[in-house]
């Protein structure tokens, strides 16, 4: 009986600190695949930096440089780059 209680535990913790983790962080990149929109600036797996151009249920286009374009797996985009916004008056940092 003790054995069995034991077992249940460690499952627990298992399933506490790996699997549920885990599942979380593939219910995030989900999210963000469905977020995704032209325009979007964003990092790729493979750590390529780009704006989307154009975007369908699988793929989308990639604009890296100026005429320069890959179409890739929409899985593969790792984040999006969120612009910064710009800080105005006397918070702002001085300029130099």
Not at 8 to 36: C, E, K, N, T
Not at 62 to 90: N, Q, W
């Amino acid at each position: 009986m003790e054995t069995l209680i034991l077992l249940g535990l460690l499952f627990l913790l298992m399933w506490a600190l790996l699997i549920r983790p885990q599942q979380r962080r593939v219910r995030q990149h989900q999210d963000l695949l469905a977020s995704l929109q032209a325009g979007d600036r964003v990092v790729t797996a493979g750590g390529i930096l780009g704006r989307i151009t154009e975007i369908d249920d699988e793929a989308l286009t990639l604009e890296v440089d100026t005429g320069v374009k890959l179409r890739m797996v929409r899985g593969s985009i790792s984040r999006k780059i969120e612009p910064t916004s710009a800080v105005s008056g006397p918070d702002a940092p001085p300029s130099a």
